[in-house]
């Protein structure tokens, strides 16, 4: 049954249910027309109810699928009750500081207030603090309550979104959950100032941007975390890599640790040594700094020798039945019939695959674990499949392969990392790798889990790019199309951008769907500053116009190529009696028009020369140079009538695919864009010449673009990719 109405009183919102059910993706009509003094009360679609803001939160806490929202077992249950009957202190006025003192201390080694993860418990902390107003904020300006400081900051920065809606609507018209720690220097995203905009990183950006709130891994000692990044050598890295490469580098940096990267080869079927160079040439532009590089594939005599071992514990067994028929018998909980044979059937199966006989093609190595146990990845996942095919690092050594299931939770443990960090997808995989290291006897590893970054319109799963790849859809795993971080600076993404985006996000547990335009409106504060700018005619229909008065010889004048950062150097302009304009241009102007030509000053247009079908053919004017410029509508780029200028190709993009998310089971090939890129011949200023592969310029009134194919010779044209600013929509849609 389905909750149809909430109702409370509107001068006592029950903030902690409130966020709970919007935390919880709740959508119920709101009535805030009770009575003063009513219990906030559930309608339901049955007609049946519940009342009061306590037991409410209970039933959310209850009905929501966010991980132990309220309690994992009865005993961090009954400790979230506990914590329900104490929020009322914050409450009351002569008790709210000694409740401020009582949670400073309780909070002095953990992160949430029960367990490893946000549960109503701390909705209702967080309620009672955000809900007392000034008083808070005042305390939480100064140091009094570090600890309360920091975990308050933590709760915002997870789920910042939703609890500031819930203060702007019930509490005031400021958000009062917004952190408001003081930046020191280290913690400022952005530098103060960016010398060159196509030059190096500077250091103190490089993977080294922090956000304006700490964030606490559970259980970590400062000098004692040691963290892993570790991709599939099965594509280039991408978007969403970047968030789990950088979130290890700031905690990491934060607890004065240490991240090793380590390539989980484990599939030799998509793996290759391209990837694995790319990859860390990818790692290399984030700017993470790593202790080494290590391979699950340098600990595969080691991972076969502990399946063996479990297989000689009963821990696990070689199963035979088809893969198809192992995933029902799986999803229905029905034993394999292989799953009670004896250790000695099963070492026997077990060097038939190692010797990848037809017999061992036929079977798997599986886990004993729990077959009714309701978290299905605990109902005995495959450790070992054969695969016939040769490593890319190995060649043809090994016949069978550990799945990642299986060697991840070995090799962080062997490798002593302290922390592993997971995208929340995996979350139900996480009761199974620690099942996995228990069996195995080693040392727990304490997962932490971060919120996979999701993007509109974009495909993250490595088996769906190379899709792209492999069918010529696009150029390239570093086409500018692409979500790779080859593919985004090719674009025109500045990595700090990229960094600033990403950390701005922290450690979110929520799972958001983030908007390109909020990057790429980043990028443009970068590169607006310092960019050159140049001058750009679109070549189809342009219109040449005749300027009576004109220079009858042709004089050059040394201009800036940025009026206010000088350091982007100077140009050379052109100035002539016949000067080229864009064709949309001339459109818009009337006969007797006084407009502004940039960098050089007012024109008055006389005549407007047309064809038989009315298509604008040219135009005279003459110079007014001591006209306003504040007086005029129309401010024109130019280009002169020379040989000089240079061919240009433009080259603008759009999404590989027309919807903004995939719906489970949606085939992506189904909302594929037909067309993805535009290309337009265009004349540039002679200048242009000069332009290097990967440098950011402006084309007035046209926008930003990174250089791609520098100029090589006249009939070459220089290629330029449009980079979006945040606000433009594609003229392709």
Known sequence: MDIKTFAFAAPTPPLPVIAAVKLAGISPSIDTSLPPDSAPTFLFSNGLKLHGAYVLLRYIGRVASLPNFYGQNAFETSQIDEWLEYAPVLSTGSAFENGCKYIDEYLEKRTFLVGYSLSIADLTIWAGLAGSGKRWESLRKSKKYPNLVRWFNSIVTEHGTVLNEVTTTYVGKKGLGEPSTTKSKDQT??????????????????????????????DAEVGKVRLRFAPEPSGYLHIGHSKAALLNKYFAERYQGQVIVRF????????????????????????????????????????????????????????????????????????????????????????????????????????????????????????????????HRIGSKYKVYPTYDFACPYVDSREGITHALRSSEYHDRNAQYY???????????????????????????????????????????????????????????????????????????????????K??????????????????????????????????????????????YEAAGDKATTYTKRIWIDHADAESISSGEEVTLMDWGNAIVKEIEKDQDGNITGLSGVLHLEGSV??????????????????????EFDYLITKKKLEEGEDFIDVLNPCTKKETVAYGDSNMRNLKRGEVLQLERKGYFRCDVPFVRPSKPIVLYAIPDGRQQTCLK
């Open 189 to 218: 995203v952005a530098t103060d100032k960016v010398k060159n905009v196509n030059g190096d990183v500077s250091e103190n950006i490089k993977g080294g941007s922090k956000p304006s709130v700490e964030i606490d891994l559970p």
């Open 264 to 391: 989980d080869d484990t599939n030799p079927a998509k793996e290759s040594n391209e990837f694995v160079d790319n990859l860390v040439k990818d790692i290399d532009t984030l700017g993470i700094k790593y202790e080494q590089i290590t391979y699950t594939s340098d600990y595969f005599p080691e991972l076969m020798e502990m399946a063996e071992n479990l297989i000689r514990q009963g821990k696990a067994y070689v199963d035979d039945t088809p893969r198809e028929q192992m995933q029902k018998e799986r999803m229905d909980g029905i034993e394999s019939k292989c799953r009670n044979n004896t250790v000695e059937e099963n070492l026997k199966l077990w060097k038939e695959m190692i010797a990848g006989s037809e017999r061992g093609l036929q079977c798997c190595v599986r886990g004993k674990l729990d077959m009714q146990d309701p978290n299905k990845s605990l109902r005995d996942p495959v450790y070992y499949r054969c695969n016939p095919m040769p490593h």
């Open 435 to 517: 099942r996995i290291q228990e069996d195995m006897g080693l040392k727990k590893v304490l997962i932490y889990e971060f919120s996979r970054l999701n993007m509109v319109y974009t495909l993250l799963s490595k088996r769906k790019l190379l899709w792209f790849v492999q069918n010529g859809k696009v150029d390239g795993w570093d086409d500018a199309r692409f979500p790779t971080v080859q593919g985004i600076v090719r674009r025109g993404l500045k990595i700090e951008a990229l960094i600033q985006f990403i950390v701005e996000q922290g450690a979110s547990k929520n799972l958001n769907l983030m908007e390109w335009d």
């Open 519 to 564: 990057l790429w409106t980043i990028n443009k504060k970068i590169i607006d500053p310092v960019c050159p700018r140049h001058t750009a005619v679109i070549a189809d229909r342009r219109v040449l116009l005749t300027l009576a008065d004109g220079p009858e010889k042709p004089f050059v004048r040394i201009i800036p190529r940025h009026k206010k």
């Open 630 to 651: 504040k007086t005029t509508k129309l401010k024109l780029t130019w280009l002169p009538d020379i040989d000089e200028l240079v061919s240009l190709t433009l080259v």
